[in-house]
Every structure is written in C-alpha cells, then in structure tokens.
C-alpha cells in the first residue's frame, strides 16, 4: 500500500549577524547536510545501528595471594552468612577490570578466570558450591561458577580452574575517578563442603536489546534446551526445558502463552539432575522406543559428557496431566554392540522416526558441540541404535560451528523430515530432506532485521504457536532465555515477538524479608495487601490483584536497615497505620494521613521513666491483644533470639516492659534475629498462641517455626515444637534461612495461614488445613505481576502536536524495546525517526513497515510524527544518571532530569560542546543556540529531545 504522507525537510534558521566564528558555520553546515528527512515513498538505504553492547570483561591470572582464614577478623564479614567454617578467600580489587578506556562495567557481568593449581590441600579438592564473590561490607553478590579440569584425579568431581562471573554493584565502581572496590572470593575444599548459593535468578546477556538481565521471563539459568508439549493435557503448549545445572524444569502455559514457574520434574529420589547441561525431547516412547506408546510422556535427555538417558513416566493414567508425575531412569541407551552412546559434549538430543521409509521406531537426531556436527543413530527395532554418521548437506558433514542443536519437523510439508539447525553464533538453518535423509544447502531464517539471531546456542522448536495455521518459532538460548518468532503471513520470514515471559515472578525484595498483611488502598477494597521490610530500609507495598497475584505499588524509605514492619489501625480511626521495628531495637510509628500518605509521629515509649522502647538491635514488632484486656500490647523480637513482652498501659499511650517471653519457665530462645507472630494457633478461641521464626545461627540447615502454646487460664507458654507440614517441620530457606512469619487468615477460612519471608528477601504462602498437627497444606511462592516503581514519580505524560515532536522517554523504559512498539502506542502517530550519528542522517521507521525497526533507548532523543493532536502517558523508575558515550558532530540526546536547563548551561555541562539545536514544532524547523552566545537560548524540559554539537569524542553522564 502507497504511504501518502507528505515529505519532510527540515531546515535550519540561524542569524550570522552576531555570530561568524567558523566552527560554528561548520557544525551547521554539517547539521544541514542531513537535517530533511527523504519522501516517504523514496527507495531508502537501511542503515544499521549498531548497539553499544558490553561485552564482559576476561582475565586470565594464576592467584598467589590465596590465603587460609585462621581466625575470624576484622577482614572477614559481619554478615550472617559468615561463620568459622570458612577456610580461604582470595581479594580481587575490581580497578583491574575497568581498563584505560573507562569502559563502565557496572551491573554488568564480569568474568575471571582462577587459577587453584597452587593450592591443593593433600587431597582435598576445592568445592564449587563454597565460591562466593562477597562486597567489602559482607554482601554476597549474585555470582556463577563455570569450572573444568582437575587437581588431583580428572575422575573426580575437582577442578583446577573455574571461571567465577559475578555483577559489579554500580553503587560501589566510580568509574570516572577509577576509585579501587575490593571484593573478596571464598572458597572451600570438598573436606568443608557448603550449601550452594541461592539467588532469584541467573545471569545473561541478551543480545536483542543489548543488555544484561539477572532474571525476568523465561530463564533456566544457561543453555535452554528445551521442548515444547502439552505437558498437563489441558491443550496448551506447555514449556519442558533442561538447563545449565542438569535438571528439568517444567513452565506450565496460562493459557495466553505466559507461563507459570512450577519446579523441577522429578525421579523418585528427588529432582531428575544429570550433572550439567541437560537437553530434553519429550516422546511417548514406546517399548524398544516404538511410536506406538503406552500413552504418556516420557522423555529423552541428554547430558554434558555425550550419555543419552530413558526416563519413563511412573504413572498409571493416560496422556492427563503430567505435572505431579516423577519418572524413573530406566536406561542409557546403547549402541548394536551394547556400548554406550557417546555423541560427544553438551548434545542437543530429538527422538523422531528419521527413518525412510518410517519405521515406527524412534531414531536419536543428536548435536554435537565438540564437533559442531549432527550426529544420526538409527533404532534397529529392539532398542538399540545404529551410527548412521553425521547428517550431510549437499556431501559436505553439517557443522553449526559449536553448539548444534537440532529440531525436526516437516518443514515444507511435502512427506519428508527436515531439519532445523540452531547454530553456536545464534542463528537458525532450515535444510530440506531430498526424501533420501540427505539434505539440501541451509538456508539462513529470517526475521524483520536479516538473519534470526538470539546471540549464542540457539535451541529451535517449530510449532503452530499462535493457532493461526503456519509454524511459528520458538527458540532457547545459551543465556537461558526463550523467544518467540511469528510467522509472517505474507512472506517466508518471521517477526520478532519478544521473550516468552514467565509471570508471574517470585515476589522478592532485598535481604532480609519481614512481612505483615493488611489492606493498604486507600480507601480500603477489602483484601489483604502485602507490607514487606528489608535490608535496605524499605517497606515495599504489593497490592491484592484478586486473583493471587499482587501488583508492586509504593515503596516508603524508612531511614534505617532491616526494618520490621507491622500494619494495624494503631489509633483507632479506621486506617491502617504503620508500626516499624528499626535495626537500633526501637519502634517507630507512622500515622495514615487523610490523603492515603503517611506523617512520622514518633517512638513507642515506656513511662515510668519515659523513654523509648529499645531491645538492643533488629526489633521486629507484632501487636496484639496479649493479656485480655482489650488493648494492643506489643510483642517484640530481637538480635538477641528472645521475645520481648511490653503490656499497654490503661488509657495511655506508653508500655511497660514486662520481661521476655519464657515457655516452661525459661526465656524462649530463636538463637538470632527472632521474630515472633501473634494468633489463636489451637483453635482454643482464648489467648493468643506465640509463633517465633528467626535464625539458628547456622547456614547449613534451614530454619524452622517454633509454636508455643497458651494455657487459657493462666497465660503460660509450653513450647509445642515446630510447625509441620503433615510429619515434617516447616523448613525455611535451604541455603539462607532466617524465617519471618506473619500469621493471618488469608483466605477467609477460620483458620490461621502463614505469610514467611526469608533472608534472601522471597515471600512464601503457607496455607492451614485446620489441623494442629497438619497444619499446612502447601508452600507457594507468592506471585508479583510487575516490579514497579514509587507511585509519586511512576508516571509522565505527553502531548504531542501535529507534526514532528522531538522527545526522550524521561523514565526507565520496559514496554517500549522497538520503534514500532512506540508508534502502535501513540495514538495518531505514524512515524518515528533516530539520528544517526554516523551517517548524519536520521533513520526513520514509518509504522506498520519493517524497515528502521531501531530499539529504543534511554536517554536518546527521538522524533514523533503525529498526524493530529495526541499524547501518550508512560510508566518507569526514574533515571539517576546515564553514561553516553557521544561522537564528534551532532548527536541526539535526551532531557530526563525534573529541573529544566536551557541551551546554554547544557553545551557548557559537556566537554567541547559547541551548539545545541531544538525542534521547534510551530515552525517547522530546528532551532540552534550556539555556545557562548545570547542567540536562542531556549528552554530544555524533561522529556525533551535535542541535538548537541562537539568538536570531538567525549563521554558524558547524563544526570
């Protein structure tokens, strides 16, 4: 269809009569030379943009300050993770990894390689679950181990050297000052082995949108090699996927292709875990691996070292729901001769009937990345298998060059199998089956940008994923990530979708979760929202969604660290206020105002004397009616692992402190960091019982939740043991323990439930049965839909005005990753346009086109054209501060602080700025102000887009 809109040049308007110095003629000349953008029907060249990526840093280096931990010392951290049993570490100072170039590497990967052949031990290999990359403060960072070799027996599980990755915190690396961060690495031998770390997500890069991620959608940590299968028979396409560490990993579909995180599928000892990079084909496998099944899924999973493993599915139903089955190792499959198959290292394994003509057995269709090739073992009928060789294309052995990872289907539907190869480098081949099992020459699959390419180990499935009558692509990558490629209905090609999202998330804040649950909105919808401190000093809000979900709505600033908070109608208004536990042992109040905020009013106090309750450090609160006499006492939790007792005063806003909390006569005891909760746990219908999570003092075993009981008459506590769910205890936290309850009734049952948060910061949902000694029904990791920003500063609104409108997106973009995304969200837009600094040109994507798809970025100013008046109102996190790395000439920035500047303050902010050029709308043209002159001195808004002039390469932070 012919684009009718008019063409567009855009001149410029400049009076010399003031102004004659030549490198300000030169700047506008050559801001004239493409400042007008070609007709809109013009055949244009596709400039690409290359994206500023950052790459991770690589340091190979033999580590001879390895040193034993003698002693716990100033040196070592303050943390609860630390304890004793820590032996070595090593100090890296991350100065190394910034380089001359000042390349800032914050909150992005970086990788070392560590040399252990020094340090053996006698026998003792080092253990790769010990490693931890650890802040000078004690914080663990988020950190991956990748390790081969041996020190002493390469049939061991030891190892020489490992390659540790871990995120720089850009809160500690000033780049521009080149300021030294130290940062230690511990470590351990096999004869002091540790839990290994837990954290909510795995690290990648994702080369679509140039950036790094820790989590968020569908991730398995690293190389997702996967299959796509209606795992719980509900006709959905459910998602099977092995991963880096060896297991299997189940995402159930919701039924509008986002997916729900269920667990790892299991054998019948525990999690299927094969080692490290497992790939997985779900079949129906029938006896010998005959496709006349016994009707449920079984599957095939190859692992790292070459082996390919029988799992078969340990349930008696037909194809109905695979999703609480477990599956039992029944063989690893064998060559003719009886040998084991071997197809080299990190395979991506297919079991089809490749045969020609079929012969309903299923064949193995394996990639190779030791050889890069593709490897075909055919079913002789009984189970075992013959080397057919590599699969070849037009004579030559097909290599994708490392990682190869094949998918079989018929592709062109005419009666054959073809093949679809994911390649090493990230691309996708299609070669069609000459009806002789030889193949034709690959064809590279394309979308809207050129060749597909998600980056690093592709793992394609082909499949009609939108039911819309042509196959679609779903592909994995070697960074854990999955996308989806539509099928264009009027060409060959596919257009890129976007990740395969996983929602909702694990809800998770900072270290250290203490939650309570009341209703925050305001005014009240009845449901109970979710109030939840941290390490940080924050008291989060998630609000009730309704349907099990909750939305991240508000964060208060508390101004101490790891807070407690307790929700309640404290004054009896019919609000809910805010009562706070601060890491000094004081309590702190906060009223709800009239307008929904909050106003600080002040400490809880005891009187006589009146002074502020204080019980020494980490005071985690809970209100409650505790001896019958209608008003809130308080019951308090603290480093010391003992419960505090302070009684309301009659008619009086002070406490008396009545001692701590005994069962059986002596003071109940947590070990560190108790917290205790309040409710009627024996269904007594008297007293309130006492729960009491906290911390045992050790990381090698999770915590638990002690119930005591409450003698009506009396008042006195018998300890009753710990929570259970059936026979066993409640355990909280595998690896980092330290249990926070809240108990409440959830779900309007009569019955108390339990809200734990633990000290990685995740929030479980523990439901009651009604049973004292059954009290659990299930743990659920409770689920937010959006991780979100501060209501007061989350939102910014456009207008835009027929014509060009020059703009930056002023807050953290995560719904706008393209072009067309913008322009399909503006109303009445009909194309957007990016300089390209370059070519000193302006790339321009007309909507509904493929050409000019560019990302969009932060911090990047962009022209909206808009056929009539509109606007657009967007939401984020605000920016604090963006490096940009700016060329000599014109280059296109963005104004996203809430103070306006003008031209002049702005070209003198960066180095060798000569102008600053604005779209001026009314008129129709740019509007320049050259440096150190009165000409045009305009104003720069947030949100406002502009262009700015240097006579060289600078780098600048945009703040």
Excluded at 726 to 754: E, H, Q, R, Y
Aim: aromatic letters at 12%; proline letters at 3%.
């Amino acid at each position: 269809m012919k684009n009718t809109q008019k063409s567009l040049s855009i001149p410029i308007v400049i009076s010399f009569s003031m102004y004659k110095r030549l490198k300000i003629l030169s700047a506008v000349i050559c801001l004239s030379i493409f400042i007008g953008f070609m007709p809109i029907n013009s055949a244009t060249e596709d400039v690409s943009v290359e994206l500023l990526t950052l790459k991770p840093v690589l340091q190979s280096r033999n580590y001879s300050n390895q040193s034993e931990i003698s002693v716990k010392s100033e040196k070592n951290p303050s943390e609860p993770w630390w304890n004793n049993s820590w032996h070595y570490r090593i100090e890296y100072n991350i100065s190394k990894l910034i380089g001359h170039n000042g390349c800032d590497y914050s909150n992005s990967p970086v990788s070392i390689i560590i040399n252990f052949s020094s340090f053996s031990n006698g026998n003792d290999d080092i253990d790769e679950n010990s490693i931890r990359v650890v802040k000078k403060d004690g914080t663990i960072l988020p950190s991956e181990t990748f390790l081969w070799g041996n020190i002493t027996d390469p049939s061991t599980t030891g190892f020489d050297e490992c390659r540790v990755r871990f995120l720089i915190d850009q809160n500690d690396l000033d780049t521009k000052s080149n300021v030294s961060v130290t940062y230690y690495i511990y470590y351990d031998t096999t004869a002091y082995p540790k839990e290994k770390a837990s954290y909510s997500g795995r690290m990648g890069y994702d080369p679509r949108f140039a950036e790094y991620f820790v989590d968020g959608g569908i991730t398995c940590g690293t190389h997702a090699i996967f299959s796509v299968v209606d795992w719980n028979n509900d006709t959905d396409k459910d998602i099977v996927t092995g991963c880096n560490d060896g297991n299997i990993i189940y995402f159930e579909n919701d039924g509008d292709n986002t997916f729900t995180y269920i667990g790892l599928v299991q054998n019948n000892t525990g999690p299927i875990d094969i080692g490290a990079i497992s790939s997985v084909s779900v079949v129906d496998y029938g006896v010998n691996g005959s496709v006349a099944g016994d009707n449920d899924l079984d599957m095939i999973i190859g692992e790292h070292n070459g082996g390919i493993y029988y799992y078969e599915c340990n349930d008696d139903s037909t194809l109905d729901d695979n999703s609480d089955s477990t599956f039992i190792l029944i063989e690893q499959l064998k060559f003719t001769n009886n040998t084991n198959i071997d197809a080299g290292t990190n395979i991506g394994v297919r079991a089809v009937d490749f045969s020609i003509p079929t012969d309903d057995y299923l064949d193995l269709i394996v990639g190779d990345y030791s050889t890069g090739k593709v490897h075909y073992y055919e079913n002789n009928g009984s189970g075992k298998f013959i080397d057919k060789g590599f699969l070849k294309s037009s004579g030559t052995d097909i290599s994708a060059g490392g990682f190869s990872l094949p998918y079989i289907i018929d592709y062109n539907n005419d009666g054959d199998l073809d093949l679809i190869l994911g390649c090493h480098n990230g691309t996708v081949y299609y070669y069609e089956n000459n009806n002789d099992n030889t193949l034709a020459t690959g064809v590279a699959l394309k979308d809207e940008n050129g060749n597909i390419n998600v980056g690093y180990a592709a793992c394609p499935v082909v499949l009609d994923w939108n039911k819309d009558g042509d196959n679609d692509l779903i592909i994995g990558n070697g960074y854990g990530r999955i996308y989806y490629y539509e099928r264009n209905d009027t060409s060959t090609d596919y257009i890129f979708k976007g990740q395969i999202q996983s929602t909702p998330a694990f809800l998770e804040v900072p270290n250290y979760a203490k939650t309570c649950a009341a209703d925050w909105s305001f005014p009240k919808d009845g449901l109970l929202d979710l109030w939840i401190g941290d390490a940080n000093g924050d008291v989060s809000i998630y609000e009730n969604d309704g349907d099990g979900t909750f939305t991240y709505r508000k964060k208060y600033d508390v101004t101490s660290s790891h807070i407690a908070p307790f929700a309640t109608d404290y004054n009896g208004d019919g609000d809910i206020d805010l009562i706070v536990g601060l890491s000094d042992g004081t309590v702190y109040y906060y009223e709800r105002t009239d307008t929904g905020g909050f106003t600080g009013v002040g400490y809880l106090q005891t009187s006589p004397p009146t002074k502020n309750i204080d019980v020494g450090n980490n005071a985690v609160p809970c209100l409650a009616d505790w001896d019958g006499d209608g008003d809130k006492d308080l019951i308090i939790g603290a480093d010391d692992g003992k419960v505090y007792y302070y009684d309301r005063t009659d008619g009086s806003e002070y406490y008396k402190l009545k001692g701590a909390l005994q069962a059986s006569g002596v003071d109940i005891d947590i070990g560190s960091y108790s917290a205790p909760t309040v409710c009627n746990w024996s269904f007594s219908g008297g007293l309130p019982d006492l729960l009491v999570g906290g911390w045992s003092g050790s990381w090698d075993v999770p915590d638990v939740i002690h119930y005591y009981e409450r003698n009506d008459t009396d008042g006195t506590l018998t300890d009753m043991g710990n929570v259970k769910d059936g026979d066993a205890d409640i355990k909280i936290g595998d690896t980092t323990p330290m249990a926070s309850p809240f108990a409440v009734d959830w779900n309007n049952d009569g019955c108390c439930d339990l809200i734990v948060g633990d000290h990685d910061g995740f929030v479980t949902y523990y439901k009651n049965k009604g049973d004292i000694n059954n009290v659990t029904d299930l743990s659920v990791p409770l689920n937010v839909q959006l991780v979100g920003q501060e209501e007061s500063v989350s939102t910014y609104t456009f207008e835009f005005y027929e014509g060009w409108n020059y703009i930056t997106l002023p807050l953290n973009n995560t719904s706008y990753k393209r072009a067309e995304d913008l322009a399909n969200a503006i109303e009445n837009c009909t194309a957007i346009a990016k300089w390209n600094t370059s070519s000193s040109s302006f790339e321009v994507h007309y909507k509904g086109t493929d050409a000019h798809n560019f990302t969009i970025d932060d911090s990047v100013g962009y022209l909206i054209y808009v056929n009539s008046t509109s606007g657009l109102t967007i939401t984020g996190e605000p920016i604090s501060s963006i490096t940009m790395k700016l060329k000599a000439g014109w280059n296109s920035i963005g104004w996203f602080n809430s103070s306006s500047t003008d031209a002049e303050s702005l070209s003198k902010n960066i180095t060798n700025c000569t102008s600053i050029a604005c779209w001026n709308n009314s008129l129709g043209r740019f509007i320049i102000h050259p440096k150190d002159t009165g000409i045009s001195n305009f104003e720069i808004k947030k949100g406002d887009g502009c262009l700015v002039y240097l006579l060289s390469d600078e780098e600048w932070v945009n703040q």
